[in-house]
Structures are given as C-alpha cells and as structure tokens.
C-alpha cells in the first residue's frame, strides 16, 4: 500500500475543490509538508481554509486515492504547490460581485437598488475597518456610487427585481454557495458580519430612498467631481472614509 498526504482547499475560480498529493516513502517529505503548510498559510493567510488527508491507496496515481474514498473523486490535482497557492490567493480576494450575490440572496433588488447597496457594503466595511471590501472601483455615475463590474451582468434588467429573472440561470443565488464564497476570502467571518449589518440597516429601503440617500449634501458621491457618460469619476476611498457619515437614514 502507498500513502498519499493530501492538501486540500476550493477554487471558486475553477468552481471545484482543489488538491496537492504527496507521497509519504520518507522522512524528508514528512519535513517537507510542514514546510509547505507553512508557505500556504504564510502567502495565503492564517485563516485560510486548508484541510488535510492521509490516504492509503494501491499505487501512486491519483485513481488509487479516488477508489480509496470516493470523498476525492472531481477533485482537481495541481501539478506544483505554487499553482494551487496562486488559485487559492486568486479567491482569497472579493470582488464587487461577489458582495452582490450575496446580497441577492438575501433581499430583493432592481439593479439599482443593488448598486447602492453594495456601494453602501464598501463603505461601512472602509470606514469601520479601514480596508477595502472589494478591489473594485466605485464611480460617481448619474444616479450615484456605482460598481461598474456589477452594473455591466446587471443593467440589463432595469427596474424590474433581479431575482424575478429565472430564465437567468446566473441570477439564480442559494445563500450558502454566496456566503460561502465572502467566507473563504480574506478576513472572510469579518467580512460577512460587516455585510449583514450594512443590510440590516438599509435593506428595507426602496432603490429611490437610497438613491436620495447618496446624493444628500456632502455626501462621497456629491463630493466627487463627476465625469462624462464615458469617462466616469472613480470614488476615492479616502473620500468615502471622510464622508461616508453623512449617508444616514
């Protein structure tokens, strides 16, 4: 029998979970595991979520794992530790959209609504922690703060609420598979208390309210000079943490 000592994490990028295999024939790869660990959570972060595994298996091939347990079957091997910590810091960032499924999975939204609420995310999160939620850009457009990764899958439904859009097999959001995804990433437990928060706060208001909210006096919004319908004016952070406390209910 051989053993494999497994590392295992999630790729939402590949939208599968991931796996390094090694195989234990000696002393010196048992040193070299805790030096590998070590570089993962090192790179990655401490609170990365890692697992680990000890399998005895027929042969070397990742096959004889799979038909060991059927635990780490569509499980996808990395060739080298690098590419497996680059993929797992490639997911331990947010993105803009990521904020807003999860958002869609709690509360109903036109597009509009939306933005404002994730803008709103950004900026209790900036401004109680000073870090960014996210590492989009917001922009100062028409009608307020606006997420342009997120206003570009969303614009096309207009006024009418997202989730109504079944047809949309993008639109259709479980809570879980989205808080999932904020969890993973850095700070991730923070990072959804923040959010939960921020909806608990503002959920309730209709997308007009929050549109009047944003554009109040000395508001980040009001206090960015705005573009063209081309050339948006990016929000600064600084700006938002100075201003932010004048977006009140």
């Not at 006024?159 to 989205?178: G, H, L, N, T």
């Amino acid at each position: 029998m051989i053993t494999h000592f497994i590392f295992m994490s999630s790729s939402y990028t590949l939208g599968k979970r991931i796996a390094l295999d090694f195989i234990v024939n000696n002393e010196e790869i048992q040193d070299k595991l805790k030096e590998y660990l070590d570089k993962i959570t090192t790179e990655c972060g401490k609170d990365v979520s890692i697992s680990t595994h000890i399998i005895q298996a027929e042969d070397t091939t990742w096959e004889s794992v799979c038909r060991a347990d059927h635990f780490f079957k569509d499980v996808e091997v990395m060739g080298n530790l690098n590419k497996f910590i680059k993929l797992i810091k490639q997911d331990r960032k947010l993105e803009g959209i990521d904020v807003a499924k999860y958002i869609l999975s709690k509360t109903k939204c036109t597009q509009l609504k939306l933005q404002k609420l994730v803008y709103l995310c950004f900026a209790d999160y900036l401004c109680d922690t000073g870090k960014e939620l996210f590492t989009d850009s917001i922009y100062a457009f028409q009608y307020g703060p606006v997420v342009d990764t997120v206003y570009a899958k969303y614009k096309k439904y207009g006024y009418k609420p997202i989730e109504e859009e079944k047809e949309d097999i993008d639109i259709i959001v479980s809570e879980m598979p989205a808080k999932s995804r904020i969890l993973f990433a850095e700070e991730g437990t923070e990072k959804i208390i923040s959010i939960d928060k921020t909806l608990k706060k503002y959920g309730q208001l209709t997308a007009s309210q929050l549109v009047e909210l944003t554009h109040k006096e000395n508001t980040p919004w009001t206090m960015t000079t705005k573009g063209t319908w081309i050339f948006y004016s990016k929000i600064k952070p600084e700006v938002i943490k100075k201003y932010h406390k004048f977006e009140t209910i």
